[in-house]
Each structure stands twice: as C-alpha cells, then as structure tokens.
C-alpha cells in the first residue's frame, strides 16, 4: 500500500517561504518519478514541479526561478521548497507519483497542504 503525506503548508505574507514535504511509504520512492500539484479554488489542478528519479528537475512558467523541488531517498521524502510567494500560489498543494503494478500504472495522491498567501 502506498501512502503520501503532505506537510509544511500555512499562512505566510507576500514574499515569504514555506517548505512543503512529502513523505511517502514502501520501498519504490527512490525508482519513482515525483511531482507536486497545487488546484486554487475554482480552478483546475496544475503540474507544479517534477523531479525524475535521478534528481532530474522540471517546473511550471509561473514558478519558475522561485520554487525548487528535491529528494532524500535515504527518507522517503520530496520536497518544494517555495519562495518569493505571491497572492496567485495560495492553492492546497499535493504530491503525487505512478506507481506500476503488474501491467497498470497506479497514481497515487497526498491529502494536500493548504498554502495561504496573504496581500
């Protein structure tokens, strides 16, 4: 059974930073590919940041330059480490990976963080 658990989000002013985690179970993390997500409401939910599993990095237009994701296998953990934060990034913020299974690929999400930004 695999399982993604989110922390770090919360309030933070214009300019800030907030470093999320994500730590996930089971003995695949370090053969997978990671991404973080965030969905604002009323919008759709969007690819944020990618990192391959041999630390190969890839990140949305609009946070490009502010956001940086990375990995310690050794803990099972992914991280997005977020600054210069702006009003639009306020969103909940998920994890997610594919998982293969036999001939299916499984996704698999975090609950989601709650990213606040205030003016």
Do not use: H
């Not at 991404?35 to 944020?48: D, I």
């Not at 990976?97 to 036999?102: E, K, P, R, S, Y």
């Amino acid at each position: 059974q695999v399982q993604l658990v989110e922390s770090g989000g919360g309030l933070v002013q214009t300019g800030g930073s907030l470093r999320l985690s994500c730590t996930a179970s089971g003995s695949f993390f370090s053969r997978n590919d990671m991404r973080w997500y965030r969905q604002a409401p009323g919008k759709q939910r969007e690819l944020v940041a990618f990192i391959s599993s041999g630390g190969a990095t890839n990140y949305a237009v609009s946070v490009k330059g502010r956001f940086t994701i990375s990995r310690d296998n050794s803990k099972n953990t992914v991280f997005l480490q977020m600054n210069s934060l702006k009003p639009e990034d306020t969103a909940v913020y998920y994890c997610k990976t594919d998982v293969l299974d036999g001939l299916r690929v499984v996704s698999y999400w975090g609950q989601g963080t709650q990213v606040t930004v205030s003016a």
